[in-house]
Nanobody, 123 residues
Framework: QVQLVESGGGLVQAGRSLRLSCAAS????????MGWFRQAPGKEREFVAG????????YYSDSVKDRFTISRDNTKNAVYLQMNSLKPEDTAVYYC????????????????WGQGTQVTVSS
């Protein structure tokens, strides 16, 4: 069993940065693929970024590529999402996800989900 807890969300002006953190419990974390999804009001949940167990492979949606960076620290059971050059359209609830399988942009492929953290970007 893995529990995920996100932190680091908040209100920020467009063009600024935020760093989201996800703390994971469970001894199997280091073998899991991890990722971030987001959901804006009235919109479907969408894939943001994913990282495989040893951080050699990272994946991003086109909308955040070159602005966001996903990373992990298996010694701390943590995953991070560094968000730079934030835009109002990045406003959403951000969810940390984890799964024993491969990284996927399909939300149904992830077994574990955090409770979400709100990110609001003002113009």
């Amino acid at each position: 069993q893995v529990q995920l807890v996100e932190s680091g969300g908040g209100l920020v002006q467009a063009g600024r940065s935020l760093r989201l953190s996800c703390a994971a419990s469970g001894r199997t974390f280091s073998s899991y693929s991890m990722g971030w999804f987001r959901q804006a009001p009235g919109k479907e949940r969408e894939f943001v970024a994913g990282i495989n167990w040893n951080a050699r492979n990272k994946y991003y949606s086109d909308s955040v590529k070159d602005r966001f960076t996903i990373s992990r620290d298996n010694t701390k059971n943590a995953v991070y999402l560094q968000m730079n050059s934030l835009k109002p359209e990045d406003t959403a609830v951000y969810y940390c996800v984890g799964d024993p399988g491969l990284v996927s942009s399909d939300s149904a492929r992830y077994m574990y989900w955090g409770q979400g953290t709100q990110v609001t970007v003002s113009s």
